[in-house]
């Protein structure tokens, strides 16, 4: 999937992506929320951005700003300019090695086609169009719409979610009562935060944010939740596996199955925001050599 020029009043799946980048990357972080629609807020997040690598100032997220986000290869908008590389710290390693959220050649079984990260972009604009004179031009609703307002924008859960990161086990007898709150949101209804708790913390920010779970609180259940993806959005419900070796100290699981939302992806590990997730609430990296995405599923009619 390649990432278009896209710039205020765009709207859609790559706009949420960007937001999210900006608030992982940028220094200091914004935050914006994913609300998937470039507005003012986003576009002075993408100015700060861009004066603080050194780029042309314009708010107009391409080839170049994509680059320095961690977007990179064949995911970046074709333009006559070099591609940038990524930056990097003064120890010469890169500071980020994210690309673009596609995971079409991972084994994910029969899936009918879904919706991709970002809709129909717009046409990458020639770098000579982009003169010194851009930062003076007016600024409203220069790209044309990606996906139209309220219909496949945004993932309401993700705030949810993001905004409990950081929730963890409690050692010892005693019990963390948010987890156990998770898990009210199921039929098990599990009093301990000891219970594998990553599919109650799916369905707990999905009922946070209006939308009703499937209250089931076993991992693999929610591989038949909603609508099936052939590709990721930021935000989608993905089941992973990988062969029990007891208990697998990154998700929880003694069965192998865990359960999570889509953040992104390299070409060697998937990238989920989840419970129980070394005991906590975080975003972690899993190899996709170890971990089998079994499904990626989406709210039926959002």
Same mark, same amino acid.
């Given at each position: 999937?390649?990432? @278009?020029?896209?710039? *205020? %009043?765009? *709207?859609?799946?790559?706009?949420?992506?960007?937001?999210?980048?900006?608030?992982?990357?940028?220094?200091?972080?914004?935050?914006?929320?994913?609300?998937?629609? $470039?507005?003012?807020?986003?576009?002075?997040?993408?100015?700060? $951005?861009?004066? #603080?690598?050194?780029?042309?100032?314009?708010?107009?997220?391409?080839?170049?700003?994509?680059?320095?986000? #961690?977007?990179?290869?064949?995911?970046?908008?074709?333009?006559?300019?070099?591609?940038?590389?990524?930056?990097?710290?003064?120890?010469?390693?890169?500071?980020?090695?994210?690309?673009?959220?596609?995971?079409?050649?991972?084994?994910?079984?029969?899936?009918?086609?879904?919706?991709?990260?970002? #809709?129909?972009?717009?046409?990458?604009?020639?770098?000579?169009?982009?003169?010194?004179?851009?930062?003076?031009?007016?600024?409203?609703?220069?790209?044309?719409?990606?996906?139209?307002?309220?219909?496949?924008?945004?993932?309401?859960?993700?705030?949810?979610?993001?905004?409990?990161?950081?929730?963890?086990?409690?050692? @010892?007898?005693?019990?963390?009562?948010?987890?156990?709150?998770?898990?009210?949101?199921?039929?098990?209804?599990?009093?301990?935060?000891?219970?594998?708790? &990553?599919?109650?913390?799916?369905?707990? &920010?999905?009922?946070?944010?209006?939308?009703?779970? /499937?209250?089931?609180?076993?991992?693999?259940?929610?591989?038949?939740?909603?609508?099936?993806?052939?590709?990721?959005?930021?935000? &989608?419900?993905?089941? /992973?596996?990988?062969?029990?070796? %007891?208990?697998?100290?990154?998700? @929880?699981?003694?069965? +192998?199955?865990?359960?999570?939302?889509?953040?992104?992806?390299?070409?060697?590990?998937?990238?989920?925001?989840? +419970?129980?997730? @070394?005991?906590?609430?975080?975003?972690?990296?899993?190899?996709?050599?170890?971990?089998?995405?079994?499904?990626?599923?989406?709210?039926?009619?959002?």
């Amino acid at each position: 999937m390649r990432f @278009g020029e896209i710039d *205020r %009043g765009a *709207r859609g799946q790559q706009v949420q992506m960007l937001q999210h980048l900006l608030n992982t990357t940028a220094r200091p972080r914004p935050p914006l929320e994913l609300d998937g629609v $470039f507005g003012a807020a986003t576009e002075r997040a993408v100015r700060s $951005f861009q004066q #603080g690598r050194g780029l042309e100032v314009d708010g107009v997220v391409g080839a170049r700003t994509w680059s320095s986000l #961690g977007v990179g290869g064949s995911a970046l908008p074709r333009t006559p300019s070099p591609a940038v590389a990524p930056s990097r710290s003064s120890s010469g390693t890169p500071t980020r090695a994210v690309t673009a959220p596609s995971i079409r050649n991972l084994p994910i079984g029969d899936a009918p086609p879904g919706r991709g990260m970002g #809709g129909t972009a717009t046409a990458a604009r020639p770098a000579a169009t982009r003169t010194a004179a851009a930062a003076a031009r007016p600024a409203l609703h220069r790209s044309a719409q990606l996906e139209p307002p309220g219909s496949t924008i945004g993932a309401p859960w993700m705030r949810v979610a993001l905004a409990e990161k950081g929730v963890a086990e409690v050692a @010892g007898r005693a019990h963390n009562p948010r987890i156990v709150e998770y898990h009210a949101t199921t039929t098990l209804a599990a009093k301990t935060d000891e219970v594998a708790w &990553c599919a109650s913390f799916v369905n707990w &920010c999905l009922e946070q944010a209006g939308i009703r779970g /499937i209250r089931s609180a076993r991992a693999a259940d929610w591989g038949k939740f909603g609508t099936a993806l052939s590709e990721p959005r930021y935000g &989608c419900i993905v089941h /992973i596996y990988r062969t029990p070796r %007891g208990v697998d100290g990154a998700t @929880g699981s003694s069965s +192998g199955n865990h359960v999570a939302f889509f953040v992104g992806q390299t070409a060697t590990h998937i990238q989920l925001l989840g +419970g129980n997730q @070394g005991n906590q609430v975080k975003v972690s990296n899993y190899p996709l050599k170890q971990y089998t995405v079994k499904a990626m599923r989406w709210p039926e009619g959002r």
